[in-house]
């Protein structure tokens, strides 16, 4: 992959992600050293940039599942199928249940008349 044909965006993120890494990788060599502040301001940086993506993640989410459903007006293939077999599933538990129901009805009939 010739990483000059990447997208901008791409490359900031790859970028990103290898100074962090090194970062890292200098933390742990004792190259930086930092104090309980900093540290505490790293964490709490962190948890914040966090929490920050999951937000926007979960509202980009809900905005591609609400525009797909809203667009597409309709259920696709697959959706239609798997309706139908929900209804057929309620028919089949429904005769299961008239059936138990005589069973029960014909053992009911069998211990009074005995």
Not at 60 to 78: D, V, Y
């Amino acid at each position: 992959m010739n990483l000059s044909k990447a997208p901008l965006a791409y490359q900031a993120t790859i970028g990103l992600v290898v100074a962090f890494l090194l970062y890292l990788l200098l933390f742990q060599m004792g190259l930086i050293s930092f104090d309980a502040s900093d540290l505490l301001m790293f964490y709490s940086f962190s948890v914040f940039t966090v929490s920050l993506a999951a937000v926007l993640g979960g509202i980009l989410l809900g905005m591609f599942i609400a525009t797909r459903s809203l667009s597409n007006q309709g259920f696709t293939p697959f959706e239609i199928s798997m309706l139908k077999l929900r209804d057929d599933i309620h028919k089949l538990q429904k005769e299961v249940n008239s059936i138990a129901k005589s069973i029960d009805n014909g053992k009911k009939d069998n211990e009074n008349g005995e």
